[in-house]
């Protein structure tokens, strides 16, 4: 799958604005009133599963901006005794 650089940058800047958002809900939870045990439970696996997200993200899109673009494709390696099959084009009829 090939992924534009635009998008690319767009998705890792994506991650790196999740991964501030949900550690400052992670760092406000903490200072706002008392409130039942479940409630930090539950806030607390959906910061951590969403900074996996984001990581997981960034990573991605990381890789797909660091990658060789389209236009420099190189061939892979044949071995010298491998025959490279070509397509046969039908002659037109006169």
Same mark, same amino acid.
């Given at each position: 799958?090939?992924?534009?650089?635009?998008?690319?940058?767009?998705?890792?800047?994506?991650?790196?604005?999740?991964?501030?958002?949900?550690?400052? @809900? +992670?760092?406000? !939870? /903490?200072?706002?009133?008392? =409130?039942?045990? %479940?409630?930090?439970?539950?806030?607390?696996?959906?910061?951590?599963?969403?900074?996996? @997200? +984001?990581?997981? !993200? /960034?990573?991605?899109?990381? =890789?797909?901006? %660091?990658?060789?673009?389209?236009?420099?494709?190189?061939?892979p390696e044949r071995r010298a005794d491998e025959r490279v099959e070509r397509p046969v084009r039908d002659e037109p009829? %006169?």
């Open positions: 799958m090939n992924i534009s650089r635009r998008a690319s940058g767009f998705v890792l800047g994506l991650a790196a604005f999740m991964i501030f958002e949900w550690l400052m @809900l +992670a760092k406000n !939870l /903490g200072s706002g009133p008392g =409130r039942p045990t %479940a409630y930090y439970v539950v806030h607390g696996i959906l910061v951590c599963v969403n900074i996996v @997200l +984001a990581v997981i !993200l /960034g990573v991605i899109s990381w =890789r797909a901006w %660091a990658s060789p673009r389209r236009g420099q494709h190189q061939e009829s %006169a």
